[in-house]
């Protein structure tokens, strides 16, 4: 009966944002009430909604402050002279403006934060889309391709669950993985490749593209903001943020709290310009705030119901006992959907041990499933519970369901490409 419940719940939501009758906000609130409700649980919604909120408190207070902080870099210029850097590399190019989206994404990911890696990346590269007549929505395509590959990383996030679930190091789960990554990215530069091609045939056939909305992280527009003479110390305190967020000296959301602040007090030392600041980006940081505290409300009632475990047992259970000798394959295979519509910690600590335990008895080693169980991660920052992949449409300015019906396919491509190869390298 949960799994049922958990699926209709899924179901009606993704219509309700795929046709947009609702916005992600209110599907990712009134969806999962509404049927928690009628299944009984509407004396337990406000300690479950409670619940969700604080386990995803901590990061909507970072992304809100990830947003301040580079929108007041923004503002300040720190990123002209990447952007002029990159203009004159790509020139009027669409093509190699989309492969240099992939290659900037590549190496931006590589401090493992999603949300900083969003902000950075569609400040540097939106303006050129936007000039060239781009469709947005390649850009966010792109990035999250290539961020979908690099969130591997042990200190993505996925890899240290699986670390952590099954008590394995780097050199078992992550090592073998390297060449599976490289692959990926690989395809990722092939696929920018190709809508690259597309999006210059589509210009030269149709003219530029404009269905796009300005948006106020692009910043640098106000020439009184900037601070030219100020862009060393801009950049190495941007550099301290990220060091700390490498070596996580202390919570992310603290982290960029504090250098907020510092960055506000050094650029801008009057009250009225800080408040400017605070004030010019307040409906940006708002917006994803909110869908953040709406994706808590809603994994807190899939965790408070039971539906999430159930939903991941019930998928497990459907597989034969005869296929139990390619649970590796499976394994990768389902670690998509179920990657997709749960949480990477209900996943992970939830579902990976339960396959595990079983593949100990057909002998199949936990290094294998764990690697396996990666494979998903490819399509998983798609997910409408992935807190960062609205703060990514919302600095493009795309709507959530735009993004998901342009990205999904190629999506789906990364994760085959990586089973593929790793079945063909003995990774799994």
């Given at each position: 009966?949960l ?21 992600p ?9 509404i049927?928690?409700?009628l299944a ?6 406000g300690e ?7 386990e995803?408190a901590?990061?909507?207070v ?13 503002d300040?210029?720190?990123?002209e002279?990447l ?6 590399a ?5 093509v190699?403006t ?6 900037l ?8 934060d ?14 050129l889309y936007?000039?060239?007549?781009m469709?947005?929505?390649v850009?966010?395509?792109i ?10 990383l042990p ?6 669950r ?13 090592v ?5 990554m490289a ?27 404009t269905?796009?909305s300005?948006?106020d992280i ?7 903001m900037?601070?030219p ?5 801009n950049?190495?305190l941007?550099?301290?943020?990220l ?9 992310l959301?603290?982290a ?11 650029n ?7 408040q ?5 980006h ?5 917006s ?6 709406a ?6 009632i ?5 539906i999430m475990?159930a939903?991941g047992?019930?998928i ?14 499976i ?5 998509v959907?179920l990657?997709?519509?749960?949480t990477?910690?209900?996943?992970y600590f939830?579902?990976?041990?339960i396959?595990t ?5 057909l002998?199949?080693?936990p290094d294998v499933?764990?690697r396996?169980?990666?494979?998903g991660?490819?399509?998983h ?8 992949t ?9 709507e ?6 342009f ?8 994760s ?5 190869s790793?079945l063909?390298?003995?990774v799994i």
């Open positions: 009966m799994t049922i419940l958990g699926f209709l719940m899924i179901a009606i939501f993704m219509v309700f944002i795929m046709t947009k009758k609702l916005t906000l209110t599907a990712l609130i009134l969806v999962p009430v049927i928690a409700a009984g649980f509407g004396s337990e919604l479950m909604a409670k619940d969700g909120i604080k995803i901590m990061t909507g970072m992304l809100i402050f990830a947003i301040l902080y580079f929108s007041l870099m923004i300040t210029g720190l990123f002279p952007v002029q850097v990159i203009l004159k790509v020139g009027d190019n669409p190699k989309t492969i240099g989206t992939a290659i994404t590549t190496l931006v990911s590589l401090d493992g999603g949300s900083s890696t969003y902000i950075i990346v569609v400040a540097a590269m939106l303006p936007k000039k060239q007549g469709n947005p929505l850009l966010t395509c990035v999250m391709l290539s961020g979908g590959i690099m969130n591997i200190w993505g996030g996925p890899t240290a699986v670390m952590s679930s099954l008590k394995l190091g780097h050199a078992e789960i992550f073998p993985m390297i060449p599976i692959i990926g990215i690989l395809w990722v530069i092939f696929v920018s490749y190709i809508l690259g091609i597309q999006e210059k045939r589509k210009i030269a056939k149709n003219g530029k593209f269905r796009y300005d948006n692009e910043g640098g527009d106000d020439q009184k900037l601070r003479k100020l862009i060393w110390v950049f190495a941007t550099i301290l943020l060091l700390v967020m490498i070596l996580d000296l202390i919570p959301g603290i960029f709290m504090i250098a907020f602040c510092i960055a506000a007090l050094i801008y030392p009057k009250p009225k310009d800080q400017k600041i605070v004030t010019k307040a409906g940006n940081a708002l994803v705030a909110g869908m953040i505290f994706a808590g409300i809603f994994t807190g899939l965790n408070g119901t039971g475990q939903m047992n019930s497990i259970g459907i597989v034969p006992e005869s296929w139990g000798g390619f649970l590796n394959t394994t990768a295979v389902f670690s959907p990657t997709f519509f749960l990477n910690d209900a996943y939830g579902i990976l041990p396959i335990a079983t593949g100990s008895e002998g199949i080693p499933l764990g396996a169980s990666l494979v991660q490819a399509s920052l798609l997910s409408p519970l992935v807190p960062s609205y703060l990514l449409v919302s600095l493009a300015g795309v959530f369901s735009d993004h998901l019906k990205t999904l396919k190629w999506a789906i491509g990364s085959i490409i990586m089973l593929v790793a063909i390298l003995g």
